[in-house]
């Protein structure tokens, strides 16, 4: 790494448009791979998210052509020689960024380019959507590393994305799996256009800004709380409390307004003093 990157966050966070957050996995010295710090950071973003009502949207991708190459190698050695109650610890706070992106009341875009490979597959896996450039390639490779693939979540999301035959193919060989592929087993939602990565991300994170972030969160919450559900019975008394919350917002007096004025709807949340104590994000 040279001395310029050295000084760069190793997460960049910027808000490119209206209620849309960036956020950028910062080390392509090492592939964007993930370490402690970085880990520290997306929690703490996530933190910050949860309590920011301007913010609707979170892009997350990688510097420099490289969504994550996984867990940085250089620190497997440290890692593998901590007792085990460290080593616990450590994975416990490992999976906060997970459990942060996951339970964001915010949509969250995964813009895969380059490489999503092990850790950094996890990371892509949190999101409620992902977006990859024809190029990418996705590799659950804990397998080759002599690891467990229950690592950060995988062996949870892959099986409700894929299907657990895939997924099981897909972790038990640690073989690189093509964008087109991935699309085509659901691992990824669509392919951009070559080297338009960051435009169809920005695109679609706008389409989701512009509607009610009371229903784009409440929706968010009933589909992952549904995934699971029992049966149609238990799903839909899952709905009904999410639904009466969003018929008392005033989201939706202002579509029905919009919808008699045949006008956009302007869903115009009020930021929190915290919202507005934050802006811009920094890089802490």
């Not at 510097?63 to 050695?77: H, K, L, N, P, S």
């Not at 073989?175 to 691992?187: H, I, K």
């Not at 409390?241 to 579509?255: G, L």
Request: aromatic share 4%; hydrophobic share 45%; with cysteine.
């Amino acid at each position: 790494m040279d001395a310029a990157e050295s000084r760069q966050p190793s997460l960049l966070v910027h808000r490119p448009a209206p209620g849309v957050v960036a956020a950028t996995l910062n080390r392509p010295a090492r592939r964007n791979a993930l370490d402690e710090d970085l880990f520290a950071r997306l929690t703490a973003l996530c933190a910050r998210l949860r309590v920011d009502a301007s913010a609707r949207v979170l892009v997350l991708n990688g510097a420099q052509g490289t969504f994550c190459a996984g867990y940085d190698i250089a620190e497997v050695d440290r890692i593998a020689g901590l007792p085990p109650v460290e080593l616990l610890a450590l994975l416990h706070r490992q999976a906060a960024a997970i459990t942060g992106l996951r339970d964001l009341p915010q949509a969250v875009i995964a813009a895969v380019d380059g490489t999503a490979i092990g850790a950094g597959l996890s990371l892509a896996l949190a999101a409620d959507i992902r977006l990859a450039d024809p190029g990418a390639r996705f590799r659950a490779s804990f397998v080759k590393m002599g690891l467990s693939g229950g690592d950060m979540g995988a062996s949870w999301f892959l099986p409700r994305l894929t299907g657990l035959g895939f997924a099981s193919e897909m972790m038990l060989t640690g073989r690189y799996v093509t964008a087109q592929e991935a699309v085509e087993r659901g691992l990824a939602n669509r392919l951009s256009d070559p080297g338009g990565l960051g435009d169809a991300a920005l695109a679609l994170a706008a389409e989701i800004a512009a509607n009610s972030p009371v229903s784009v969160s409440l929706t968010k919450q009933v589909l992952q709380s549904n995934t699971d559900a029992p049966s149609l019975a238990v799903a839909l008394e899952r709905e009904a409390p999410a639904q009466v919350v969003a018929a008392n917002s005033p989201d939706v007096r202002e579509a029905v307004a919009a919808f008699r004025s045949r006008r956009e709807p302007r869903f115009d949340a009020p930021e929190s003093p915290t919202a507005r104590a934050s802006r811009p994000i920094d890089h802490r």
